[in-house]
């Protein structure tokens, strides 16, 4: 199988490990055991429940109390509905390759996380791309979706909140979408990695599987829950596609890790904690970014609804690599080139990290960028 390199994925595997400010980390800043306890409101004896598990495979199909847990996250479903993945990354992949065949057609919202355009093409499907605009806030054009679908559709796939714009498609929005998939009856498959990071109200919209009864959602413990080394992700979705997908899921997972399986369980029945945690840090971060962006007349974005990251458009002359790899090698600070999710001329930007981090970080590249407009 002929698949295209992942472009974020080989930026990040080549230049994290040498930066100083990460500001390509699109995680809420990682919590430690200890940390998670904590905010869970749980002391350090709740470790000794772990000294009891066996390290067997535990159950496949991940534990019913996880399972529970996970299920609570979203309004109309249930156990049955929930099948746990090794990352959202895992449940990604295993649909895609549980739902689609050579030959359908499927349409992608771009852009995105590059799997889910890149194993649709791999599997031989026939993929649309659905480009999101700045002058749109980037936010899907409903017209031009429905221009884009018809009897041959599969599958329309987008992340929401988007990766890597941070634009959110609210309730109204995924009914709109669920409406057109209805008439030509499509699945649609969400990635809702980033879901519970909006900047405004509860911080938590609805999931596109409480919204259509062909919706899949994808998610995982890595951004909004700050547990990204846990590596525990999950499909929720009707029993038909969840079962369709274990079948595939046999062949490369056999089970998650138990100890893993048992943090996140504990984590997402206090999941509210973590997620006032990650609104606190996400919203006042943000506030921060804001008003950095203001002062800087080389940089323009569209800000951002939801989600950890965000395009912000420079108007240097120099490819978005070029730019990144200068201002690594200038100031530590890293970001992602726009190249390496087909948007040339951004870079991505996290900005959930440490607020000092963020901090100190975009005052090295405000002189970055000033040197540059100097020399110019």
Same mark, same amino acid.
Request: glycine share 8%; with cysteine; aromatic share 6%.
């Given at each position: ?9 080989? &930026? $990040? ?20 055991? *200890? ?5 869970? @409101? =749980?002391? *350090? ?6 000294? *009891? ?11 019913? =109390?996880? !399972?529970? #847990? ?79 679908? *018809?009897?041959?559709?599969?599958? /329309? ?24 998939? !209805?008439?030509?009856?499509? &699945?649609?498959?969400? %990635? ?5 990071? %909006? =900047?405004t109200g509860s911080g938590t919209t609805c999931s596109i599987v409480d919204v259509y009864e062909k919706g899949i959602s994808t998610a995982g413990m890595s951004k909004v829950f700050s547990l990204?080394?846990? !590596? ?6 009707? +029993? ?5 997908? $274990? ?8 089970? +998650? @890790? +138990? ?30 970014? #804001?008003? &950095?962006? %203001? ?5 323009? &974005? +569209? ?17 978005s690599r070029d730019f990144c790899i200068e201002l690594l090698k200038e100031t530590g600070v890293m970001f992602t080139p726009g190249s390496a999710m087909g948007m040339e001329g951004y870079v991505?930007? @996290? ?7 963020? =901090? ?10 000033? %040197?540059? /407009?100097?020399?110019?």
């Amino acid at each position: 199988m002929n698949i295209e390199p992942f472009g974020v994925e080989m &930026w $990040m595997n080549e230049y994290e490990s040498k930066c100083e400010y990460n500001l390509a980390e699109t995680c809420v800043y990682s919590l430690s055991v *200890s940390e998670l306890l904590e905010t869970c @409101g =749980q002391s *350090s004896e709740k470790l000794n429940d772990i000294l *009891s598990l066996k390290l067997g495979y535990g159950d496949i199909e991940g534990s019913h =109390q996880l !399972r529970t #847990a996970i299920a609570a996250l979203y309004v109309n479903q249930a156990v049955e509905n929930v099948l746990v993945t090794h990352g959202t990354i895992g449940a990604n992949s295993l649909v895609h390759q549980s739902l689609l065949c050579r030959g359908d057609q499927v349409v992608a919202v771009v852009p995105s996380y590059q799997q889910h355009y890149s194993i649709p093409e791999s599997i031989g499907a026939n993929v649309d791309l659905l480009h999101l605009k700045a002058e749109n806030r980037f936010l899907p054009d409903l017209a031009e979706l429905r221009a884009m679908v *018809s009897t041959h559709t599969k599958l /329309i796939v987008l992340t929401n909140p988007n990766n890597p714009t941070g634009s959110l498609v609210d309730r109204a929005g995924l009914a709109k979408i669920a409406s057109i998939a !209805r008439e030509v009856d499509a &699945w649609v498959l969400c %990635d809702e990695v980033y879901r519970g990071t %909006d =900047q405004t109200g509860s911080g938590t919209t609805c999931s596109i599987v409480d919204v259509y009864e062909k919706g899949i959602s994808t998610a995982g413990m890595s951004k909004v829950f700050s547990l990204a080394g846990l !590596r525990l992700g999950w499909v929720v979705g009707p +029993v038909k596609i969840v079962k369709n997908v $274990m079948i595939h899921r046999d062949y490369n997972t056999i089970s +998650v @890790g +138990v100890i893993n399986d048992f943090l996140a369980a504990l984590a997402l029945e206090n999941h509210q904690s973590l997620l006032t945690r990650s609104k606190l840090i996400t919203r006042r971060n943000l506030e921060m970014l #804001a008003k &950095w962006v %203001d002062s800087e007349p080389s940089i323009d &974005w +569209v800000q951002p609804s939801s989600g950890t990251t965000t395009l912000l458009k420079y108007d240097l002359a120099m490819s978005s690599r070029d730019f990144c790899i200068e201002l690594l090698k200038e100031t530590g600070v890293m970001f992602t080139p726009g190249s390496a999710m087909g948007m040339e001329g951004y870079v991505r930007i @996290g900005y959930a990290n440490p607020t000092a981090v963020l =901090q100190q970080g975009l005052k090295l590249v405000s002189k970055f960028l000033t %040197d540059r /407009i100097v020399r110019v």
